[in-house]
């Protein structure tokens, strides 16, 4: 059983940065195609933030995030990490991690990832 565990939530200003992590419970490299981080805001449907690939360099964000999040991964620690930058009161949300051992065709949908985790609230303040 594979487990995702998020880490790096909290509570902010508007303005201020976080670093979200995501470690698996297994080898990543060679088993999952990709992981990525959603968002759920109260009220709101779950959507996509960012993707990384394991098998090569890509990298897919919102466009709500664009400029101000960087996701990245760490082979050696099966971890992918979430820096946010210059969050924003609408950046609040549950943050939660997710993979995909398929072939991540479409990394924007929820229904391409088969692994989550539960979640790591991420609050910004005005």
């Known amino acids: 059983q594979v487990q995702l565990v998020e880490s790096g939530g909290g509570l902010v200003q508007a303005g201020d940065s976080l670093r979200l992590s995501c470690s698996a419970s297994?080898?990543?490299?060679?088993?999952?195609?990709?992981m990525g981080w959603f968002r759920q805001a109260p009220g709101l449907e779950r959507e996509f933030v960012a993707g990384?690939?394991?098998?090569?360099?890509?990298?897919y964000y919102a466009d709500s995030v664009k400029g101000r999040f960087t996701i990245s991964k760490d082979n050696a620690k099966n971890t992918v990490y979430l820096q946010m930058n210059s969050l924003k009161p609408e950046d609040t949300a549950v943050y939660y991690c997710?993979?995909?051992?398929?072939?991540?065709?479409?990394?924007?949908?929820?229904?391409?990832?088969?692994?989550w985790g539960r979640g790591t609230q991420v609050t910004v303040s005005s």
């Open positions: 997710a993979a995909d051992s398929g072939s991540w065709s479409r990394p924007y949908a929820e229904a391409e990832y088969n692994y």
């Open positions: 990384i690939s394991w098998r090569d360099t890509s990298t």
């Open positions: 297994r080898r990543t490299v060679g088993y999952f195609a990709a």
